[in-house]
């Protein structure tokens, strides 16, 4: 079983010099290690050659974001698998080996994730991932151990292998034919959610996604689009949204998709009393695009949406800020 780590970078020298050192230490012997450059303006590409011969680079002609990054990147790789792993992020010794194993002893098994902890905290997880992903109802993302933005401390309370919604794209792997099957990833979500979005069509395909927590790695999260970059909340909202008319199938996909016009509207008049009317133009902005793109996603949902029950909680707003339930234990 052939392995493809893949590195996709846009004008981060300075990661790659801090990170791609641990990742040559503690996954050449077991991977084929390339990094994806997506058109950097930067030295990254002479640098990597310079000072990482190893590395094999793939270079795209454009910056198409996360999605249309990797999907260039990956479509002529021939590895039976491709570990999608962010550059800002400090892998550990043997962590290929347990998903490798997984994977062989699960012929079902279409992708998985590691434990994510934070590098700059290494006692926590980290938000991008945590210990396995899932979803609401109403389309918000959380994870065992990341819930909104309450982060658990690592107390060895998720070291098991269990079946999860979604692997968080920061470090993703994925059976390059499961992957093909599907089509790769939905360029139109350019980044973030894009990953859910996999991950929604391969379930829907009958592919188990699961999380290994005898694996770990470090991620310092925000690299590249920071939380307090309102484009990242431009693409959270208004993804999340595509992602529900996409996937969700059934009438009552408008009702979810208006609840959640509903709840971004009180969320952009939080920004506003939080002083970031940005970010509460971005909500905005997000919205509209979403009524931009309704008449080609609904194209898409005649061969996407899928009946299988996609949410392990109803209403996670609900329980967050009424009930206060802060884990996912909680929650569940």
Known sequence: MKLAVVILNWNGKELLAQ????????????ATIYVADNASTDDSVSFIKGSFPSVKIIQN???GGYAKGYNDALKNLNEDIFVLL??????????LTPIISEFKNNPNLVAAQPKILDFKNNAFFEYAGAAGGFIDQLGYPYCRGRVFNTLEKDE?????TKEIFWATGACLFVKKDSFNNVVGFDEDFFTHQEEIDLCWRLQSKGGII?????????HVGGATLSSVNSK???YNFRNTLLLLLKNRKGAKVWLLIFTRLL?????GIQFLFQGKPKHTLAIIQAHFSFYSLIPKFLKKRKKN???FKYYNTKAIVWSYYIRKSRTFKQLN
């Open 19 to 30: 990170f791609l050192p641990s990742v040559i230490k503690y996954s050449e012997e077991e």
């Open 61 to 63: 002609k454009t910056n």
């Open 86 to 95: 962010n550059s800002d992020v400090e892998v550990t010794p043997n962590w």
């Open 156 to 160: 060895g309370q998720y070291n098991d």
């Open 210 to 218: 699961k999380y290994i927590g005898s694996s770990s790695i470090y």
């Open 232 to 234: 990242k909340t431009f």
């Open 263 to 267: 709840l971004d509207g009180l969320a």
């Open 305 to 307: 949406s899928s009946t």
